[in-house]
């Protein structure tokens, strides 16, 4: 199993996916930063107003996006060359093949938030020259949504896994990003209750605190992290399931 | 040992049978040439031992154990495998490639150098696979397939789209591994020439079914040689002959499935009819027409 983690890296050794997974969350914060720039009368309150403002397109496209080019990038080097016959003739259990390759991506993403958080830092100590402390809640927002994130990868890997087209998975990604932000405008509006609990792409919204900066109650944490697991576990289920079946043809 | 026993197995694709194997065996040190025309069922046939493609009936042992979804990661350890064409990552050098397969077979570096050794790409390892030739991806397939140095290799037309001198090569370094390295090999191809200087044993399948299954002696044995005579007066002979169906070539006039006497009976007749006869030529059929006899098809 190490192994197969290891190959993961080898294979996206000198791809191209590394420069969106630079560049993005980059943008993200400089799209942030602007807003927050030009509406610095309203938002008085240093870290955390900036932190409303950058989280806000990250958590609601960009996170998902950046993951949803790499699972696709991921699983495109094995339907191209004819790769498939070669990873389903080796001596692994499907289950082995299919979780190596969402925590491959998990870690990729986990790598992708921490460049986030790293440029976050960057621009409010340096660019807007914060006075107060750096807030630590930006670790648990941060690290909460990195969890939920592997909801995301395990989901983004079966669709790419599915479908042999690399921008087809990106645009069903975009498409579920928008699915995340009705159903958390809606939890959010009272419309339907939990409702956020029923989209990855929701939960990111929310455990990345998006346009927010409150720390939820422990019982909100541990029902995002059981949602997570829940998904995480359908989808693993649901790509091994989908091996299995190819054989039959 | 018997490496591959396959008994009854049978794939079918909704209500068309591609395969429909009564028996198939391949016995340790064998290299065993799978022969058939395009379609005839043999990538199919490869995939179900490898377990690539599920069978939709009977059964296939791999060194004397049931390959199913308990069994085939076991198995798989012992299986090296070339199927449909070269697999690889494109974008990676040849080194990062084997460095892959390395990783996943866990196998020790030395296998790796050996294998590069064994294909000849010592030199190109380096490179991006996107830049080698078809010839050169092709080796490094099979290099990726001997790198664990398993006890079975299986081959699906691993000289597909390679040049003569690089179907040589291939034929020689496939030749080598059973001698040298003890693996029993499995090797299909639609052209019976290519394999032919290297099976010990031939399958050939059409429409799924077995139609030959032996050593390369019997399936020779199965051609009638025919008999060439080179006569002063070709036409006259073809006439005196004709009882016999003979046909005519550049060479003289050509007669099959001739017993002795019936060769003494004709050159009798021909010298009785006051031809001279220069020369009588013995032409055993190629394995290529015979293969083509018993599929019914050209191959291509």
Redo the contacts between chains.
């Keep these: 199993m190490k192994?197969?983690i290891?190959?993961e890296f080898?294979?996206l050794?000198?791809?191209n996916v590394w420069t969106s997974v630079a560049v993005i969350p980059m943008i993200s914060i400089l799209f942030g930063s602007g807003n927050y720039y030009m509406n610095r009368e309203i938002l008085q309150n240093q870290w955390y107003s900036l932190w409303t403002q950058v989280s806000l397109f990250y958590g609601f496209f960009f996170y998902a996006i950046i993951l949803a080019i790499t699972a696709s990038y991921s699983w495109r080097?094995e339907h191209?060359?004819?790769?498939?016959?070669?990873?389903?003739?080796?001596?692994?259990?499907y289950s082995q093949l299919i979780i190596s390759k969402f925590i491959s991506i998990s870690i990729v993403s986990l790598f992708i938030q921490s460049i986030f958080v790293v440029f976050y830092y960057i621009t409010g100590k340096f660019i807007f020259q914060f006075q107060t402390g750096f807030p630590y809640e930006v670790f648990l927002w941060a690290g909460i949504s990195w969890i939920i994130s592997i909801a995301i990868c395990t989901m983004q890997s079966f669709i790419s896994m599915k479908i042999k087209y690399f921008s087809i998975p990106v645009g069903i990604a975009l498409f579920l990003c928008f699915v995340g932000i009705g159903f958390y405008i809606f939890n959010e509006i009272g419309l339907g209750e939990n409702l956020a609990y029923f989209s990855p792409n929701s939960l990111l919204i929310v455990g990345m605190s998006s346009n927010k900066s409150e720390i939820l109650k422990a019982s909100e944490y541990i029902k995002m992290i059981v949602s997570t697991i829940l998904f995480t576990i359908f989808f693993t289920l649901l790509s091994i399931r989908s091996i299995k079946k190819m054989?039959?043809? | 040992m018997t490496m591959i026993k396959i008994e009854k197995l049978i794939k079918k694709?909704g209500k068309q049978t591609v395969v429909n194997i009564d028996s198939l065996q391949v016995k340790e040190g064998e290299i065993y040439g799978f022969l058939g025309p395009n379609g005839a069922g043999k990538s199919t046939t490869m995939?179900m031992i490898?377990?690539?493609?599920?069978p939709t009936n009977g059964r296939i042992q791999i060194m004397g154990r049931e390959m199913n979804d308990n069994t085939r990661?076991?198995l798989?350890?012992q299986?090296g495998?070339l199927?449909?064409?070269?697999?690889?990552?494109?974008?990676?050098t040849g080194m990062?490639n084997m460095?892959?397969i390395q990783?996943?077979?866990?196998v020790p570096k030395k296998n790796i150098e050996k294998a590069i050794q064994i294909v000849g790409l010592e030199n190109h390892m380096n490179k991006k696979v996107k830049n080698y030739s078809l010839g050169m991806k092709q080796r490094l397939g099979v290099a990726?397939a001997i790198s664990s140095f398993p006890k079975l290799l299986i081959l699906d037309e691993p000289t597909n789209g390679l040049d003569p001198a690089g179907m040589e090569e291939m034929r020689e370094l496939i030749k080598t591994l059973p001698k040298e390295y003890g693996i029993t090999i499995m090797i299909s191809s639609h052209i019976l020439d290519e394999v032919e200087k290297m099976v010990t044993s031939i399958g050939i399948i059409n429409k799924g079914h077995m139609i030959f299954e032996g050593s390369l002696a019997e399936f020779k044995r199965n051609s009638h040689p025919s008999i060439c005579f080179k006569t002063s007066n070709p036409q006259k002979t073809f006439r005196l002959l004709q009882e016999k169906n003979p046909e005519f070539k550049e060479e003289g006039i050509l007669l099959t499935d001739l017993s002795d006497g019936e060769i003494a009976y004709c050159a009798k007749k021909i010298i009785d009819g006051g031809l001279d006869l220069y020369r009588m030529e013995e032409k055993t059929k190629s394995l290529e027409e015979l293969f083509i006899q018993l599929t019914g098809k050209k191959n291509l």
């Design positions: 192994n197969l290891k190959t080898i294979k050794k000198k791809a080097m191209k060359d004819n790769n498939w016959n070669r990873i389903l003739a080796l001596p692994y259990t054989r039959k043809c | 694709y995939k490898l377990s690539l493609v599920t990661v076991d798989l350890q299986i495998s199927i449909e064409g070269p697999s690889y990552y494109s974008h990676l990062d460095k892959i990783a996943l077979k866990d990726m």
